[in-house]
């Protein structure tokens, strides 16, 4: 999507959910965005009109329906940004930017996937798990999180998935431990064309390792703070890999990313 013009539009809130306590979907009615993006994009939203808070919110695309020309966001109330958002009901108006960024791509031939996030980093992968539905792509999925309830969307992904695997720090549901040991198992016997994550530092420095013994084909989704989402302010640069031919240089999350190769960014 570089290069892609970009739509500025007010739209219209269809309906909002507190799934856990603070922590949020809401569905948006903007028929001009859905049909133009892609999952891992993001939009950039502003639900206030005082000048406090200035600067409009990054939220990934949770799930997308354009044949409804809608879609939903998964956030959580950390601020004052997305306090305001806690408060909007069907019909109020919220400001878009969007879609910003570069999403993610199937390798050519693709016939099994594995999505791999903790907590809120599940947001973008409803979207990236109905698109590969949609092509007959196989998925198998990797998620963790503190505690139970912390695991979000679970139901979702268990109706699509192949497979579902859960870990959480505390054992109330599934086993404790590393998620992707459950993914390197599969690894072993199974042929996984692309991985997905999001979430965690510590996922993304598993799944290189993974990477390196399975020749996996890896991205990750990064998560930033943003001022503009589109590259004019420079306030989401992230470090390049030194021993991938780019030393020295920083990628800007909202313009090069947020979707990255996994062996080409630090985080």
Not at 127 to 149: R, V, W
Not at 208 to 213: T, Y
Not at 260 to 265: C, Q
């Amino acid at each position: 999507m570089k290069g892609a013009k970009l739509i500025q539009v007010y739209a219209k809130v269809l309906n909002q959910t507190e799934i856990i306590t603070n922590h949020f979907i809401l569905r948006i009615f903007s028929p001009e965005i859905v049909k133009k993006a892609i999952p891992g994009q993001f939009i950039m939203l502003s639900a206030w009109k005082q000048k406090d808070p200035l600067l409009r919110r990054p939220f990934t695309f949770n799930r997308l329906f354009p044949k409804e020309g809608s879609f939903e966001i998964l956030y959580k109330k950390v601020g004052k940004g997305t306090e305001i958002m806690s408060y909007l009901k069907a019909g109020d108006q919220v400001s878009l930017l969007g879609p910003l960024g570069n999403g993610i791509k199937f390798p050519q031939n693709t016939k099994k996937i594995a999505i791999v996030c903790r907590g809120i980093g599940v947001a973008p992968m409803l979207a990236i798990i109905d698109k590969a539905k949609e092509k007959g792509i196989d998925i198998y999925a990797y998620i963790s999180a503190a505690t139970k309830d912390l695991l979000l969307v679970k139901k979702e992904i268990k109706q699509k998935a192949k497979s579902l695997y859960i870990t959480t720090d505390d054992a109330s549901l599934g086993t404790s431990g590393k998620v992707t040991d459950f993914l390197e198992k599969t690894l072993k016997d199974t042929k996984i064309d692309a991985v997905y994550t999001c979430g965690s530092k510590r996922l993304k420095r598993h799944i290189e390792r993974l990477k390196e013994l399975y020749g996996l084909n890896a991205w990750v989704i990064l998560e930033e703070h943003m001022a503009c989402g589109f590259g004019a302010c420079k306030g989401c640069a992230c470090k390049a890999k030194k021993d991938n031919n780019h030393k020295g240089k920083y990628f800007l999350v909202c313009k090069d990313g947020p979707v990255f190769p996994i062996d080409e960014v630090e985080v």
